[in-house]
Every structure is written in C-alpha cells, then in structure tokens.
C-alpha cells in the first residue's frame, strides 16, 4: 500500500498509518468529503524546481489543505533561485517515484529540503500522500520535522 521509496523510508516517521482509500478520491478534496476527514488535518505536499545559474533545485513544499503556500516569495527566497515554479508532473514523478496525486515528503529523493509549514505541525496529526493514489498516511505531524532535510518554515500565505 506504499510507494517502493515511501516503504523505504517509513520508519522515519514513527506511528504512521496506513490506510486504503479509492484511488479515484486520492485528491484533497475529494478524499475529504468521502472520507468525512476535516481539511484542517490534510497536507498537500507539492514538489517545487527553482533554477539559479542553470542549476535546478527540488524542494517538498508541505501545507495545510486550507492554506496556499507562499512559492514565489518565501520558497524562492529560502531556496535561493532566481525562477520556481511546480515541477512538472512527469518529472516529480519519475524524480520521487511516486504517483501523481499521491507524493508525499516520506522517502523522497536525498538532499530535497522538506519544507513544512508550521500549521502542519500544529495539527498535531495529519493525512498526507502515501506514494500512491490507493492509500493515505495518518503521521504525528511533528514527526515530519525528523525527516531527512525537513525544515519548518512559514510558508502559508
């Protein structure tokens, strides 16, 4: 029920759930009002590419499902890069090796910094992405701060 890389690095992220969901519902939205489960503890987890000098940088950006975060200021600044935009689809999923709708901050690529914003951690427990659209991870959301290159950051507009 996890994607090979979230498998992986699952121990990371002590106390994890994982539970089976449609895969068709896998989108915020839609798993919430399927799954009675309230926005206020969903993440989204997007994956951002800034350029600076030719070089591309990757970053998980990781937000309430309420909230909007902040790319072209706070996560441009914070990753130095001149341009950011969302990585293509195509390219964060054969980057990460997760499905689309589904990547989560668990088992991503080494050096990606894992940007949270600190609403998630408030949250005290959220559901995010598992690695693939067939299933959704519960996480003490605090616990998302000892993955590797995570780092809270206020990201929220």
């Not at 009675?36 to 998980?60: I, L, M, Q, W």
């Not at 690529?109 to 991870?137: C, F, N």
Request: aromatic share 4%.
């Amino acid at each position: 029920m996890l994607a090979p890389a979230v498998a992986d690095s699952i121990h990371l992220v002590p106390h994890a759930k994982v539970a089976p969901i449609d895969p068709t519902l896998a989108d915020t939205a839609a798993f919430c009002e399927a799954y009675a489960s309230p926005p206020e503890h969903s993440a989204n987890c997007v994956v951002v590419a800034g350029k600076r000098a030719g070089e591309v940088r990757y970053a998980a950006v990781l937000v309430l499902a309420t909230m909007r975060a902040d790319i072209n200021g706070v996560v441009r600044r914070h990753l130095d890069v001149r341009k950011i935009s969302f990585a293509p689809q195509d390219e964060a999923v054969q980057l990460t090796g997760m499905e689309f709708g589904g990547i989560t901050p668990v088992g991503l690529p080494d050096g990606w910094p894992v940007l949270v914003d600190p609403a998630v951690v408030a949250a005290r427990e959220v559901v995010i992405g598992s690695g693939i659209r067939g299933s959704k991870l519960l996480v003490p959301s605090a616990g998302l701060l000892g993955l590797p290159g995570a780092q809270e950051l206020q990201l929220a507009q």
